[in-house]
Each structure stands twice: as structure tokens, then as C-alpha cells.
């Protein structure tokens, strides 16, 4: 079964919008750049005195956003998972792997780093895109989907 991804392009625009926003404010306000990973392990095990408050809120804005979603919609966002457990979790501990060998995750590397024009982020970025892909067609072609 191939997953159909339902594009909205003024949804999608909008999201945009507001993840380029929160990551301009957090960079103005709090001098920290947006990573995804990065805000997790900050949780987890944070670096700085007083640096654990805004990963927290962040973390808990990612978590109640669906619920938001169900209370202005009615109903809880779909989520198909077309890959079995077992191969979730190999994936998992992949992106992890790939996360600590990258230096950081796409969220911090596609939209803080490119904006930043950071050189690692500059070859970051097309590595992820070029991995993903060839994954996805292995994936997908040639061992016909997990």
C-alpha cells in the first residue's frame, strides 16, 4: 500500500509561515536556533542554566498541536502507519544514528542553517534529500515496501 500524502497548499503555506516566525523569535529573543533533536536532548539533558523552560514549552506546543487541531475541527488529525513496528523503530535508531553524524536534524539544518547560509547545513541538506530518496526507492521498489 502507497501512502497518499494529501498536500494543501495554503496549509502548507501557513505552516511555513509560522515555523519560519517561531524560529526567527527564538533566534531574536533567545539566541538559540531551531533543531527538533537538539530541543529534545536539551530536555533530556540540558546544557545551560535556565535553558530548559522554552524546550519544554516548545515540546509541549509539538504534542498539544493535534489536540488543538480536534478542538477547533472536531475530529483528531489521521495517522496511517504503512511501515510495520519493527521497521519504525530500525528507522528510528537510523535517524538517530544519522542525527549525532550530521551534527543536527532537518529541522535545524533545512530551516535555520540554509537561512543562515551555514556551510555544513549547505551540504547537509542535499545529503538528507539524496538519502531520503534513495531509501524511499528502495524501500518502496525494490524490497516492495515494509
Same mark, same amino acid.
Given at each position: 500500500? !502507497?501512502?497518499? /500524502? ?25 539566541? +538559540?536556533?531551531?533543531?527538533? /533533536? ?41 495517522? !496511517? ?24 536534524? /532537518? ?8 537561512? +543562515? ?9 542535499? !545529503? ?11 524501500? +518502496? ?6
Amino acid at each position: 500500500m !502507497t501512502p497518499v /500524502t494529501q498536500f494543501t497548499p495554503l496549509m502548507s503555506f501557513g505552516g511555513g509561515l509560522l515555523i519560519g516566525l517561531a524560529v526567527v523569535l527564538l533566534m531574536a529573543y533567545a539566541g +538559540r536556533i531551531f533543531g527538533a /533533536t537538539g530541543v529534545l536532548a536539551g530536555v533530556i539533558s540540558p546544557n545551560a542554566p535556565g535553558d530548559r523552560g522554552w524546550r519544554v514549552a516548545t515540546l509541549a506546543g509539538m504534542i498539544s498541536g493535534p489536540l488543538a487541531v480536534a478542538l477547533i475541527t472536531g475530529q483528531i488529525p489521521a495517522i !496511517t502507519m504503512v511501515s510495520s513496528l519493527p521497521a519504525i523503530a530500525i528507522g528510528g535508531v537510523i535517524v538517530g544514528f544519522g542525527v549525532t553524524l550530521g551534527s543536527g536534524c /532537518t529541522s535545524g539544518h533545512g530551516v535555520c542553517g540554509l537561512a +543562515r547560509l551555514s556551510p555544513r547545513s549547505l551540504v547537509a541538506v542535499p !545529503t538528507f534529500m539524496l538519502t531520503t530518496a534513495i531509501t524511499i526507492y528502495i524501500i +518502496r521498489h525494490v524490497l516492495g515496501g515494509i
